[in-house]
């Protein structure tokens, strides 16, 4: 684990918590996860330019078929758990089951072993996150379990894709690619949208999942996921102080134990 990687999940995990705070402020409306992906799709293939055609496409192209499927129903399944929980519910308990999946799913499919501080990090991590979310049982648990197996499955698919090609054309593809999926279930939800929101969002998710990928490309998925769920823990600090959601004994346990497991997962 270098240096370089930690470096880009930090920064990662900053846009990825504001992000999903503004959609989480839009209510998780469906046409404004459609626009936010779509818009970074766009933004990505602007910014990709000449890179797009040093691309293998013949090699890339089912790990993009799978990974825009699964980003479809990871996007429209958040907005959906975001509707039915706050977000410091909806978004921890999605990320710690989805790492918990990711890590066991890397081990026994790419064979990435772990020494044990990482194991030990990363079930702190899980714990913690889960805690966070686990105060509230009235909210609907489905769309947030979806989530939390779409986390699994296209950190799986897209971590392993990084060893076949520059970052950049491949999310740009990936975001495109599930807008258009989208649009048909966004035309259908005939709801305003907070266009210059969704926007500024789509660019923050641009380079929050750019910045995971190039991580990916210096070091195995599980540790580097569980220190990316530092986000949960910010993004539970800025849904009590900023968007006055409630705060218990729980939730402060849970980011200290998220705080500490994304350490320790990285730890050399």
Same mark, same amino acid.
């Not at 990505?44 to 890179?51: C, K, P, S, Y």
């Not at 102080?241 to 705060?247: A, N, T």
């Given at each position: 684990?270098?240096?370089?990687?930690?470096?880009l999940? *930090?920064?990662?995990?900053?846009?990825?918590? &504001?992000?999903?705070? $503004?959609?989480?402020?839009?209510?998780g409306?469906?046409?404004?996860?459609?626009?936010?992906?779509? @818009? &970074?799709?766009?933004? %990505?293939?602007?910014?990709a330019?000449?890179?797009?055609?040093?691309?293998?496409?013949? +090699?890339?192209?089912?790990?993009?078929?799978a990974t825009? @499927?699964?980003?479809?129903?990871?996007? /429209?399944?958040?907005?959906?758990?975001?509707?039915?929980?706050e977000?410091?519910?909806?978004?921890?308990?999605a990320?710690?089951? %989805?790492?918990? *999946?990711? $890590?066991? @799913?890397?081990? #026994?499919?790419w064979?990435?072993?772990?020494?044990?501080?990482?194991?030990?990090?990363?079930?702190? +991590? $899980?714990?913690? /996150?889960?805690?966070?979310? !686990?105060?509230?049982?009235?909210?609907?648990?489905s769309?947030?379990?979806?989530?939390?197996?779409?986390?699994?499955?296209?950190?799986?698919?897209?971590?392993?894709?990084?060893?076949?090609v520059?970052?950049?054309?491949?999310?740009? +593809?990936?975001?495109?690619?599930?807008g258009?999926?989208?649009?048909?279930?966004?035309?259908? &939800?005939?709801?305003? /949208?907070?266009?210059?929101a969704?926007? #500024?969002?789509g660019?923050? @998710?641009?380079?929050?999942?750019?910045?995971?990928?190039?991580a990916?490309?210096?070091?195995?998925?599980?540790?580097l996921?569980?220190?990316?769920?530092?986000?949960?823990g910010?993004?539970?600090i800025? %849904?009590?102080?900023?968007?006055?959601?409630?705060?218990?004994?729980?939730?402060?346990?849970?980011? /200290?134990?998220t705080?500490?497991? %994304?350490i320790?997962?990285? !730890?050399?």
């Amino acid at each position: 684990m270098t240096d370089i990687a930690v470096a880009l999940v *930090l920064g990662s995990v900053l846009l990825h918590v &504001a992000w999903n705070a $503004a959609a989480r402020q839009a209510s998780g409306d469906l046409r404004f996860m459609w626009l936010m992906t779509l @818009s &970074a799709g766009i933004f %990505g293939l602007l910014m990709a330019n000449r890179a797009l055609f040093t691309v293998n496409w013949s +090699v890339v192209w089912p790990y993009l078929a799978a990974t825009s @499927s699964i980003h479809t129903i990871y996007f /429209v399944s958040l907005g959906r758990s975001y509707r039915h929980g706050e977000l410091s519910w909806a978004y921890a308990t999605a990320r710690g089951l %989805g790492l918990l *999946l990711t $890590a066991v @799913s890397a081990y #026994i499919v790419w064979h990435q072993s772990l020494n044990a501080t990482a194991w030990i990090g990363i079930l702190i +991590v $899980a714990t913690g /996150v889960i805690l966070l979310g !686990w105060q509230q049982p009235g909210k609907k648990l489905s769309p947030v379990a979806t989530v939390a197996l779409m986390i699994a499955a296209y950190s799986l698919v897209d971590s392993h894709a990084m060893s076949l090609v520059n970052p950049l054309p491949y999310v740009a +593809v990936l975001f495109l690619g599930a807008g258009i999926m989208m649009t048909p279930l966004a035309i259908k &939800a005939n709801a305003p /949208v907070k266009y210059r929101a969704a926007t #500024i969002s789509g660019m923050g @998710s641009l380079a929050s999942y750019t910045l995971m990928l190039l991580a990916y490309r210096l070091g195995p998925v599980a540790p580097l996921l569980a220190l990316r769920q530092w986000a949960p823990g910010l993004a539970a600090i800025w %849904g009590i102080f900023r968007l006055r959601e409630r705060g218990s004994w729980k939730t402060w346990i849970g980011i /200290v134990m998220t705080l500490t497991g %994304g350490i320790l997962a990285v !730890w050399r």
